[in-house]
């Protein structure tokens, strides 16, 4: 069974902070995506990275994919209020024409005005 | 932007009922997906549907699930008989055939089975 686990789960920062969220897993995933959840909604894609050692950038947003494809992590530069929401990793697995989803446990950002 | 729908946002039925969610994926993507999330817990991948079949399913969907493109928009989840353990939130998601791996998520069907 493959599994994503995010580090940290909860994390709280005064705005302008930086900040590296993380997603691990022992399992390779043909690519990882990065959703943003508020309360209540749908997770809302932010990025996709497919090749190992890939670094996108989204504004303040850094992704990058691990060289081996099990990992990601995700970092905010100068984080604001705005930023505040669960933030999940979701990894497709290598099996050829399988696009389920794995979801990370996902990171709680607060960030204090 | 176009954008995937979800009818109703909220649900209450009794145990035992049917229930069918409703989705409108966007319009040019061809791979559809339901994915639910329990309250406080990870979302879960429930089913995949391509070319007017299912793809892949997990083992959360059993017999009592059931999924339908019924016309060229609509993507329906039915289940047949509903207990309280399905209570969740349910999210369809559709993807285009040149990125596949880019789901698009709607607003969810909030499920409460009393």
């Known amino acids: 069974t493959q599994l994503l686990e995010q580090s940290p789960q909860f994390l709280s920062i005064q705005e302008g902070e930086n900040l590296t969220v993380y997603c691990n897993s022992s399992?390779?995933?043909?690519?990882l995506q990065w959703y943003r959840q508020e309360p209540g909604e749908g997770p809302v894609l932010l990025v996709t990275v497919v090749t190992g050692g890939e670094v996108k950038k989204l504004k303040r947003l850094t992704f990058q994919f691990g060289d081996a494809r099990k990992d990601s992590s995700l970092h905010i530069t100068a984080a604001q209020p705005g930023d505040t929401g669960l933030y999940l990793c979701a990894g497709a697995p290598t099996t050829s024409g399988t696009y389920k989803y794995i979801f990370g446990t996902g990171t709680r950002l607060k960030v204090l005005a | 932007e176009p954008e995937v729908t979800q009818t109703p946002s909220h649900q209450v039925t009794q145990m035992g009922q049917e229930v069918i969610l409703r989705c409108v994926p966007i319009?040019?993507?061809?791979?559809f997906y339901w994915y639910r999330q329990i309250l406080g817990q990870k979302v879960e991948f429930l089913v995949s549907?391509?070319?007017?079949?299912?793809?892949?399913k997990s083992e959360i969907f059993d017999d009592q699930f059931s999924v339908e493109r019924p016309d060229g928009s609509n993507f329906t989840l039915k289940i047949r008989s509903t207990k309280l353990e399905d209570s969740a939130m349910y999210f369809c998601?559709?993807?285009?055939?040149?990125?596949?791996?880019?789901?698009?998520f709607g607003p969810g069907t909030r499920l409460t089975v009393t």
């Open positions: 549907f391509y070319n007017n079949e299912i793809s892949e």
């Open positions: 319009s040019n993507h061809l791979y």
């Open positions: 998601a559709s993807s285009d055939k040149y990125r596949m791996s880019e789901q698009y």
């Open positions: 399992s390779v995933f043909s690519s």
